[in-house]
């Protein structure tokens, strides 16, 4: 029997419908082909570059034109006519001609380094009080000379008056013919005295006689000769020994009052000044005490001293005229009261309101300042104060002389290892001293001033002192202060040895003087940026277009030549592919 077999039935795989293969334009294999590899590094870079090569210079340049924010070379080039071209290129080529003298000079200002200065009244609570240095205008007692380091200068300390000019013009006078009436002037010292009513007298005729004028011109003051002789002498010791043969300052101040409470001799410190002898400094910062403010303007709050000069001991070649002589300086530097000091006469009372100024400098380049200056000059080696540049210009000055004319000057601070000083009578030593002026200059380099500074400017004022009505009290005060005022009738003798000092800030106030820099890189920035725009209308933004464009037509030229490059080998492997598959 026939067994019926079913008819077998054949299962298809039904599949989804798969979209058809990629087909790159370029390359008509089936990007499929490439499924199961990962693409090598050689196809990447040739895919890279294809699609730069795809947009062309022309293209790039075209965009760039129709994009950009530069809208001067869109004038040019999209002008409809050959003069329109021609006339805005002529005014960008000249727009861009003047940019670039304006951009000159303002990089030209801002490589000068200018400087603008701000001066401000500013306000303050509390204000340091100044260093206060006080010398006898005498430096050497005369009833210390004889036993004394300076007894050999004697002679020098005897003034002469020098009648050079006198006889010359007396001669000039008698060589002067009679009157018509007149007598012989050789006859008498009547006839001479009747000529010079005829004539007049001038000592400066003298000086009509050519020998005459010349011995005047080379005689150097006595006085100068007698001060530098005593510098001279002083600098061959040390500063302790020279303090015994000066005024003391036990002896010379009175009476000492700061705030409204009393101070002492104790409170001043000694420095030797090699024209005035000793000097002694109040609130100095070798004093152990803390330093000194003041809170509120007036005499009251500041200091007052009181001074007997003891002119008896005054030697005339010395101290023509009669005082103290006072320096303020800012606390911690070296007086110079030769220099800025002034002097307060007998018989006065000398009132001292003072004003702080605070200076700021710059430092290089906008200025020349230094906040740390390393320079150690003979003042801060011996006394031990801060940097100043007026002390390392005087230390300068002097290792030049000394290095010039193997001597020293006196007016200077001497170094220990140096005991030739300089004799101005020796015309060579001048001569010298002339040419190591001239060398002066390299000290301006060395010594920079310090960019912050402080300094007192004083406006002072006069009375005469004591009153008539204060005169008693003052006598009997001053009985017992010394022994020089305990007997009575020293009216005289007050008044032209007594001298009276305040000092005292006029106002809590102070004046600062800063150096500011008075073009930065900003301003620059914003004034390059505004020429820009204003002749050329360009930004930052139209830069920043401009060098897209730039880096685009890089990459451009830079794809054509890796591309001829790798054509070769990038195009075998694809080749052989193709034959496989067909």
């Not at 990962?38 to 129709?66: A, C, H, M």
């Amino acid at each position: 029997m026939d067994v019926m077999r079913k008819p077998r039935v054949i299962k298809k795989k039904v599949t989804k419908d798969l979209p058809p293969p990629e087909v790159n334009e370029t390359d008509p294999i089936p990007m499929e082909a490439f499924a199961g590899k990962k693409p090598k590094f050689g196809e990447l870079v040739k895919r890279n570059l294809d699609s730069i090569n795809s947009v062309t210079l022309k293209e790039r340049t075209e965009n760039f034109i129709n994009e950009t924010s530069f809208t001067a070379i869109a004038r040019i080039v999209k002008a409809n006519t050959i003069v329109k071209k021609i006339l805005w290129l002529i005014l960008v080529l000249a727009m861009m001609s003047w940019l670039g003298i304006q951009c000159y000079w303002l990089f030209d200002k801002y490589f000068s380094y200018p400087v603008e200065v701000k001066i401000e009244l500013k306000s303050a609570s509390v204000l340091a009080f100044p260093s206060v240095t006080v010398c006898n205008r005498n430096p050497l007692k005369k009833s210390k000379l004889r036993d004394s380091v300076f007894s050999g200068l004697t002679e020098k300390f005897d003034l002469k008056t020098d009648d050079t000019l006198y006889k010359g013009a007396m001669d000039r006078l008698q060589d002067q013919p009679p009157g018509p009436s007149g007598p012989d002037p050789h006859t008498n010292s009547s006839n001479l005295t009747a000529l010079v009513q005829e004539h007049g007298f001038s000592m400066w005729d003298g000086l009509k006689n050519e020998s005459v004028a010349a011995a005047f011109y080379k005689t150097s003051s006595s006085e100068i000769n007698a001060g530098v002789a005593y510098a001279s002498r002083a600098l061959l010791e040390d500063d302790d020994v020279i303090e015994e043969f000066g005024h003391q300052k036990a002896d010379m101040i009175t009476s000492c009052v700061f705030a409204g409470y009393q101070c002492a001799p104790e409170n001043f410190t000694y420095l030797h000044n090699s024209k005035y002898g000793n000097c002694y400094t109040f609130n100095s910062i070798k004093d152990p005490n803390p330093p000194l403010y003041t809170y509120y303007a007036g005499p009251l709050m500041g200091m007052t001293l009181e001074f007997n000069i003891q002119q008896d001991e005054y030697i005339s070649a010395l101290a023509p005229d009669a005082g103290i002589r006072v320096s303020i300086h800012e606390r911690g530097t070296y007086p110079f009261p030769e220099d800025d000091g002034f002097t307060i006469a007998p018989g006065m009372a000398t009132s001292v309101a003072l004003k702080r100024v605070y200076i700021s400098r710059l430092e290089p380049q906008h200025g020349n300042c230094s906040k740390n200056p390393t320079n150690v000059d003979e003042y801060m080696k011996r006394y031990g104060f801060s940097y100043h540049r007026r002390t390392c210009l005087k230390s300068c000055y002097q290792q030049k002389l000394i290095d010039y004319c193997n001597c020293a000057c006196s007016n200077f601070i001497v170094p220990k290892n140096v005991t030739n000083i300089c004799n101005y009578d020796d015309e060579s030593i001048r001569v010298c001293t002339m040419k190591s002026v001239k060398s002066w200059d390299t000290c301006e380099e060395r010594c920079p001033s310090t960019c912050q500074e402080n300094k007192y400017e004083t406006m002072v004022t006069a009375s005469a002192w004591p009153s008539e009505a204060y005169n008693d009290y003052l006598e009997s005060r001053m009985k017992i202060t010394t022994s020089e005022f305990m007997s009575g009738g020293q009216k005289s003798k007050m008044d032209n040895n007594l001298v009276k000092l305040e000092i005292f800030f006029g106002e809590m106030m102070y004046e600062s003087i800063e150096s500011q820099k008075a073009y930065e890189s900003q301003n620059l920035i914003s004034d390059v940026g505004g020429q820009l725009g204003l002749w050329l209308g360009l930004s930052a933004i139209t830069v920043g277009e401009i060098f897209e464009f730039a880096m685009s037509v890089f990459r451009l030229c830079t794809a054509k030549f890796f591309t001829k490059r790798h054509r070769t080998a990038d195009s075998t492997p694809i080749q052989a592919f193709k034959n496989d598959v067909s």
